[in-house]
C-alpha cells in the first residue's frame, strides 16, 4: 500500500535531463499498482523544497505538472497513496510539508499514537492542514531538523517516537543532495546506482536504473546521497544492509503489447511454473531444495503444517493442503494470517508454519510470521519477491519465480505458489519417507508438465473471451467445486469480486444443498469445476450431480471439464474445456478460464482491469 520512491543523483546536465524528477516519475509510474488514490513529489533545487500533488490518478500529477513544471533536480521524492488517515483529497495527498514549508514528508503505513502526537504538537500551536496521520511526522521532523541541525539525525529522533508501521522519506531545502529513509514493519529497499542512489518501497521504483539493490533491516535509517549510502538504525548505530541483485529487469514489468498487466501475466503462467521447477532435482532426479535452510531434523520432526496467507495466497495454500496431506500424511490447516494472529493459535517447536505471500510484504501475514516464531513455530515463507520483509523474518524461504506481478489482481503468483507448495510437499515426503523416490519423480513430471497443459488452455481461452462479454450483465455469478476444485472456486468468485464489481460467492459444491441453492434462480450463471473422472469415481459423479441439481433449478451452468469427458455433457449449457492432468494437478489449468472470464468481464464493463477500486497491490497495514 503507497508506492515510494527517493532519488539523489547527479546535477541534471542539461534541458533533456528530466533530473531527479523525472526518475521519481518513471519510478511513480512503476509503483502505481500499489495504491492510486493520489500521488504527488518534492524535489529540492536552489535552496527550496517545491511540492507538487493531486488526488486520484498519477495521470493527474502529470497533467499537473505539465501545467506548472518543477525544476529538474538531483534530489527528489515521490508517493502514490493508498487512503488510510482521511479521504483521497489534494489536501490529503502527501508529501506533507513541516510549518515552514522547507521539509517534505512521504509515508507508507500507520502513525499509530498520531492522535497523541498531533494534539501535543496542536498545544504548541502548530496548525495543520491534512486529516492524515502522516502531516505528524512532517511537523516534528521540522522542528527536530531545525534543532539538530541534521537530516538523518532528525529522522532518528523522530522515528523513536512513532509508533505502528512506517516507512517515511524525508528532503529537506537546508539538506540539498540527500534523501533521507526509514522503515519500520513496512517496506523500503535501496538501489544502488553508478552515481546515484535510489529508495524504493520495492525494485520496481528503480529497476530501470539499476539492478544491484541493498535490502534494509527493521528500524534501520539510510541517508542517501548520489555517492552514499550510508545505513543506521534509529539509535544511529552501523548497521548493514544485505546486498542482492535483482533477477529481472524493466522490460518484465512492461505490459509487452497486451492491453493489461494482468493479461500479460496470465499469459506468463506457463512460463512462471517453468521457472519455479527450475533447478529443484540432481542427477539422480531426487528433490532438491538448495534453500530450504530449515534443519532436516527438524522437518522430519513436523507434526502439523500450518499456512498463513491471505487473499489468492490462502487459495493457493488450501489446494495445497489436499496435496501436503496426502503425501505427507501431515494434518495441514490453512488459516487467514488476520484471523491466525488474533485466535490464541496452538503452536509448537513441531510445527512448521508455511507463510505465502507474493509481495512478502502483506502486514497480516508479517505479523502472523512473528507471532508464529515467537510461539518457538519454524517459519518457511513462500515468496516471489527478493528483499521483501516475510522471507528476511523467516527461518527460510522458498521463492516462487513468477517475475513483477504488476495487476492488482494475482494470476502467475496462484500458480506458482501452488508449484512452489507442491514442491515443499514432495520435498517433506522424500525426507520423511512417505513416498519413494521413483513416486516423487513421477509426481515431479506430472508438473514438469503443467506448462505445456496450461498454454493449452490459454490458446483455448477466445470461447472464455466470448462467453465474459455475452455474460458481463449478469448480478451474480457462482462458483462451485469440490476437493481441489473447491479453492479454485474461491478464486474464480475472489476474481470476479475484485475486477467486475460483481457479486460472485464460491461454495463447496457438497455445500449447495444446505442453504446456498436457494440462490439459484432462472439463467443464474454458475460455473462448476468438474474433476477428471479419471481420478476417483465418486468425486466426479458428484461434482456432475452438483451441476444438474442448479441447471434443474434455472441455473446456466458452465461446466469446466477435462478433454474426452462426456458425462458432463447433460448437465452443462457451455463446457470449457482444458487438457487431461492427474487430479491434483488439476487447479493449475481449471483456474486459468476463471482468470480470464473476470478479465474480460471486467473489460466489457469498461473497468480498469489492473487497477480495481479500493484496493492496492500490497496490503501493508493491518
Ligand atoms: O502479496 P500477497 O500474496 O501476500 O497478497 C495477498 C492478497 O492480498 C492478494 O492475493 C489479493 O487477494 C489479490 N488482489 C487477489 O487477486
Known amino acids: 500500500m503507497c508506492g515510494i520512491v527517493g532519488y539523489a543523483g547527479p546535477v541534471p546536465g542539461g534541458e533533456a535531463d528530466g533530473g531527479g524528477l523525472a526518475v521519481v516519475l518513471e519510478g511513480l509510474r512503476r509503483l502505481e499498482y500499489r495504491g492510486y488514490d493520489s500521488a504527488g513529489v518534492a524535489v529540492v533545487a536552489d535552496g527550496q523544497l517545491l511540492t507538487a500533488k493531486r488526488a486520484g490518478r498519477l495521470a493527474r500529477l502529470v497533467e499537473a505538472l505539465e501545467v506548472a513544471p518543477l525544476p529538474a533536480t538531483a534530489t527528489a521524492i515521490g508517493h502514490t497513496r493508498w487512503a488510510t488517515h482521511g479521504a483521497p483529497t489534494d489536501a490529503n495527498a502527501h508529501p506533507h510539508v513541516s510549518e515552514d514549508g522547507r521539509l517534505a514528508v512521504i509515508h507508507n503505513g500507520i502513525i499509530e499514537n498520531y492522535a497523541v502526537l498531533k494534539a501535543e504538537l496542536q498545544a504548541q500551536g502548530v496548525v495543520f492542514t491534512s486529516q492524515t496521520d502522516t502531516e505528524v511526522a512532517a511537523h516534528l521532523l521540522g522542528r527536530a531538523h531545525a534543532e539538530l541541525g541534521d537530516l538523518g539525525e532528525a529522522v532518528r529522533a523522530v522515528c523513536r517516537r512513532l509508533e505502528g508501521a512506517f516507512t517515511i522519506l524525508a528532503v529537506s531545502a537546508d539538506a540539498p543532495g540527500t534523501v533521507v529513509g526509514a522503515r519500520r514493519s513496512s517496506p523500503l529497499v535501496v538501489g544502488v546506482g553508478d552515481g546515484a542512489h535510489y529508495l524504493g518501497s520495492d525494485v520496481a521504483a528503480f529497476i530501470a536504473h539499476t539492478r544491484d539493490a541493498l535490502e534494509l533491516g527493521q528500524d534501520q535509517v539510510v541517508e542517501i546521497t548520489a555517492g552514499a549510502a550510508v545505513v543506521t538504525t534509529f539509535e544511529g548505530e552501523p548497521a548493514l544492509a544485505r546486498p542482492f541483485t535483482v533477477d529481472w529487469d524493466a522490460a518484465a514489468a512492461e505490459k509487452g503489447g497486451h492491453p493489461w498487466f494482468m493479461d500479460k501475466e496470465i499469459h506468463e503462467q506457463p512460463r512462471a511454473v517453468a521457472d519455479t521447477l527450475l533447478g529443484r532435482s540432481d542427477a539422480s532426479g531426487a528433490l532438491v531444495l538448495d534453500e530450504m535452510k530449515i534443519d532436516e531434523a527438524v522437518l522430519r520432526r513436523a507434526d502439523k503444517i500450518i499456512v498463513v496467507a491471505c487473499g489468492t495466497a490462502a487459495y493457493a495454500g488450501h489446494v495445497a493442503k489436499y496435496a501436503v496431506e496426502h503425501w505427507c500424511r501431515i494434518p495441514v490447516e490453512v488459516e487467514l494470517a488476520h484471523e491466525f494472529r488474533y485466535r490464541d493459535p496452538i503452536l509448537t517447536e513441531r510445527t512448521l508454519v508455511v507463510a505465502i505471500s507474493q509481495s512478502g510484504e502483506t502486514m497480516d501475514v508479517v505479523m502472523a510470521v512473528r507471532h508464529a516464531r515467537e510461539q518457538g513455530a519454524k517459519v518457511l515463507a513462500v515468496c516471489n519477491t527478493q528483499g521483501s520483509t516475510i522471507p528476511r523474518e523467516s527461518d527460510a524461504a522458498l521463492y516462487t519465480h513468477a517475475g513483477p506481478e504488476v495487476a492488482v489482481a494475482s494470476t502467475k503468483a496462484f500458480l506458482s505458489q501452488i508449484t ?169 489449468v481449471t483456474v486459468v478460464p476463471l482468470q480470464v472470464f473476470a478479465m474480460e468481464v471486467a473489460t466489457a464493463k469498461g473497468l480498469d482491469v489492473d487497477q480495481p477500486r479500493n484496493l492496492a497491490k500490497s496490503v501493508t497495514v493491518e
Not at 425 to 435: D, H, I
Not at 516 to 543: M, T, W
Not at 553 to 558: C, N, S, Y
Open 420 to 588: 512452489a507448495c507442491y514442491l515443499l510437499g514432495l520435498y517433506l515426503a522424500q525426507l520423511r519417507g512417505n513416498m519413494f523416490a521413483d513416486e516423487v519423480r513421477e509426481v515431479l513430471r506430472h508438473l514438469q508438465a503443467m506448462p505445456d497443459a496450461v498454454q493449452t488452455v490459454l490458446d483455448r481461452a477466445e470461447d472464455v473471451r466470448k462467453l465474459a462479454r455475452e455474460l458481463a450483465d449478469s448480478r451474480s455469478v457462482l462458483f462451485l467445486g469440490r476437493h481441489v476444485g473447491y479453492p479454485v472456486a474461491l478464486e474464480g468468485a475472489l476474481k470476479l469480486k475484485e475486477l467486475a464489481y460483481l457479486h460472485a460467492e464460491g461454495f463447496a459444491a457438497g455445500e449447495l444443498k444446505h442453504g446456498p441453492i436457494a440462490l439459484v434462480e432462472e439463467g443464474q450463471p454458475v460455473f462448476v469445476i468438474v474433476p477428471s473422472p479419471h481420478g476417483r469415481d465418486s468425486l466426479h459423479a458428484k461434482v456432475v450431480s452438483n451441476a444438474q441439481e442448479v441447471r434443474a433449478r434455472g441455473a446456466r451452468t458452465i461446466v469446466i471439464a477435462e478433454d474426452g469427458d462426456d458425462a458432463v455433457l447433460g448437465s452443462a449449457d457451455v463446457v470449457l474445456r482444458v487438457p487431461r492432468v492427474p487430479t491434483l494437478m488439476a487447479p493449475l
